[in-house]
């Protein structure tokens, strides 16, 4: 079955910009990305593409091109490493899809 | 919004897993479905399916087979039941409420989640 495809880890030093990828099959509807760190459930950072929920700071991003959503973070720091996931609609089987989910790790 | 989720920790392997999920903060008839989604011990999310407060259920075509979802309004709980399970069920699984998608191919995001709840099948 379909499963987005995401980098499996990504890394990046404090202070500097990390892009997380989505891809495979976007277009047919929205993407959202979720944020969940160890023990605890996922939480929405960025929906509809862009859009941030009310007190995701300003440093989660989201853009789409072609086919692949990108969310974007700014000046990391040490409590955003977490795993990752993208939410995409699978249109060949009609319902929604997450990507496999990326390891984010702020060295 | 809260949601909790509730069952047995631990199933039988071809048995049945029934799991509670109960809300409070918001009303089970909102404008929102009521989801079910599981996570794997090491990491994929699988989207289960949704109930909405009419009764209309979404299933996951690959558990479609297996699944009956059901809702309570006057209790603000909402119900998921699945059969013969295996080894393969073990999974965490989350309760959540999600946006409804628009006509315009917005929506449909998760916003609120429960902690989530250990299931295990064990033969």
């Known amino acids: 079955s379909y499963v987005p495809t995401q980098p499996p880890s990504m890394a990046g030093a404090p202070g500097q910009t990390v892009s997380i990828t989505c891809g495979g099959n976007?277009?047919?509807?929205?993407v959202h990305w979720y944020q969940q760190k160890p023990g605890q459930a996922p939480v929405l950072v960025v929906y509809d593409y862009w859009y941030r929920p009310s007190g995701i700071p300003d440093r989660f991003s989201g853009s789409v091109s072609g086919g692949t959503a990108t969310l974007t973070l700014s000046r990391v720091d040490g409590g955003d490493e977490a795993d990752y996931y993208c939410?995409?609609?699978?249109?060949?089987?009609?319902?929604?899809?997450f990507g496999g989910g990326t390891k984010l790790t702020v060295l | 919004v809260h949601l909790q989720e509730s069952g047995p920790g631990l199933v039988k392997s071809s048995g049945t897993l029934s799991l509670t999920c109960a809300v409070s903060?918001?009303?089970?008839?909102?404008?929102?479905?009521w989801s079910w989604v599981r996570q794997f011990p090491g990491k994929g999310l699988e989207w289960i399916g949704d109930?909405?407060?009419?009764?209309?259920?979404y299933y996951s075509p690959s558990l479609r087979a297996r699944l009956t979802f059901s809702i309570d309004g006057s209790k603000s709980q909402f119900y998921m039941k699945m059969i013969s399970v295996t080894a393969a069920d073990t999974a965490y699984y989350f309760c959540?409420?999600?946006?409804?998608?628009?006509?315009?191919?917005?929506?449909?995001?998760?916003?609120?989640w429960g902690q989530g709840i250990l299931v295990t099948v064990s033969s």
């Open positions: 109930v909405f407060h009419t009764g209309s259920t």
């Open positions: 976007i277009g047919s509807k929205s």
């Open positions: 959540a409420r999600r946006a409804l998608e628009t006509s315009t191919a917005t929506g449909g995001y998760i916003d609120y």
């Open positions: 903060g918001d009303s089970l008839t909102s404008s929102h479905w």
């Open positions: 939410q995409v609609w699978d249109s060949s089987r009609d319902h929604w899809v």
